[in-house]
């Protein structure tokens, strides 16, 4: 289950960062140890892990490593 949680964090970050190379960025990667930090929610649906990722942390997160971020309606 770790596992899968950190793949959907890298998967928001890559979704979220204008830069695939941020996803190497010393606050990302720290995140990646700890994606629960900003998960707000997730469930098994199907046998599939569904994760709803609390978009102000995102936020916060990107703005602390000073990355550049797409913005929501992407």
């Not at 606050?27 to 707000?40: D, E």
């Not at 971020?69 to 992407?74: G, K, V």
């Amino acid at each position: 289950q770790e596992n899968a949680l950190q793949q959907a964090y890298v998967s928001i970050m890559q979704q979220s960062l204008v830069k695939s190379k941020d996803l190497q960025n010393k606050f990302v990667v720290q995140g990646k140890q700890n994606p629960r930090q900003y998960i707000s929610k997730y469930t098994y649906k199907d046998g599939f892990l569904e994760v709803d990722f609390d978009p102000t942390a995102i936020r916060n997160l990107i703005r602390k490593a000073e990355l550049a971020a797409w913005n929501e309606q992407r």
